[in-house]
């Protein structure tokens, strides 16, 4: 823990108060200390290259993570509450569920930035020359779109991990439960509500949590769906994570780079903070 968390994060920090650039990197430590000026140059200076596009960055992040959580949580509830029904094959139907999660990463946002072209992708041939869905071909990795195009492949990526974790929640619910509920008289959605919902809380307490870290730092599909890196996700598309990334490996300033990374770990350890409370309190009044 020392040498892989604590060490590291104590030096990123110490990197956030020096004047790390292109220039200054071959002395790494021993660049010259500026105090908060990255701090100022990431929140505060209007100049700042870095803080114009540091705002549409977090906005990006908090919509993408607020849609892909959503997203991800839902579909894997809807299919494990399928899945957790007895019927033929369910084990082989399972197994073919888990494959989006199986596929590395890196693969996934390869595979759906060539998906989402605007002439050629298969979305756009899907939606306009199939379905006729659509009048013309939208451009999907540019505008407001591209929310979406970093949204959608996020969550065919993860939402098997839901739907395993919410399906083993399912399978420690007793039967037991859902019989005095027929006797009872009680609908499906009743005993949804009732029994299934208030059962899996401790599953979505931990899913919320995974899905608001993992998805704040998400990075690798957003950056292979732009050229590893080569390509700037614009302004409807980069998160916190790619806007380090390219402040701190493309644009050289390492020093504002470790200074914005900072910032979003005091914001992350606040929010983590904030929900173990409101789960605490939450359990403490059932």
């Known amino acids: 823990m020392i040498f892989l968390h604590l060490v590291p994060i104590v030096q990123g920090m110490y990197m956030s108060f020096l004047d790390l650039n292109q220039f200054t990197l071959q002395r790494y430590l021993l660049a010259p200390f500026i105090g908060l000026e990255n701090y100022s140059k990431v929140l505060i200076d209007p100049n700042s290259p870095v803080r114009i596009g540091i705002f549409e960055a977090i906005r990006n992040t908090v919509l993408y993570t607020i849609l ?7 579909t894997g509830m809807i299919v494990a509450l399928m899945l957790n029904r007895k019927f033929f094959g369910r084990g082989v139907v399972r197994t073919f569920f888990l494959f989006p999660w199986i596929i590395p990463t890196y693969v996934t946002g390869l595979l759906w930035g060539i998906m989402w072209l605007r002439e050629g992708g298969l979305i756009n041939v899907l939606l306009v020359d199939w379905l006729h869905i659509l ?5 999907w990795l540019t505008g407001p779109n591209t929310l979406w195009a970093i949204v959608i492949p996020t969550i065919w990526r993860y939402w098997p991990q839901s739907m395993l974790m919410l399906l083993a929640g399912l399978q420690t619910i007793p039967e ?6 027929d006797i009872d008289g009680a609908g499906p959605w009743r005993k949804f509500w009732m029994i299934t919902w208030p059962m899996l809380r401790p599953v979505w ?10 998805n704040t730092y998400s990075f690798n599909i957003v950056i292979m769906m732009f050229g590893f890196g080569a390509g700037f996700p614009g302004e409807w598309g980069d998160l916190m994570m790619t806007n380090i990334f390219r402040n701190s490996f493309q644009l050289w300033n390492f020093g504002t780079g470790a200074a914005a990374s900072v910032i979003l770990l005091i914001v992350m350890i606040s929010i983590v903070n904030v929900w173990f ?8 009044m059932r």
Not at 135 to 139: F, N, T
Not at 176 to 181: I, M, Q, R, S
Not at 277 to 284: G, T, V
């Open 68 to 74: 892909v959580t959503l997203g991800t949580l839902s």
């Open 135 to 139: 009048p013309s071909k939208p451009s």
């Open 176 to 181: 037991e439960l859902y019989e005095a509920a």
């Open 205 to 214: 307490f931990i899913l919320i949590l995974f899905g608001l870290i993992y």
């Open 277 to 284: 409370k409101y789960f605490k309190q939450a359990e403490e």
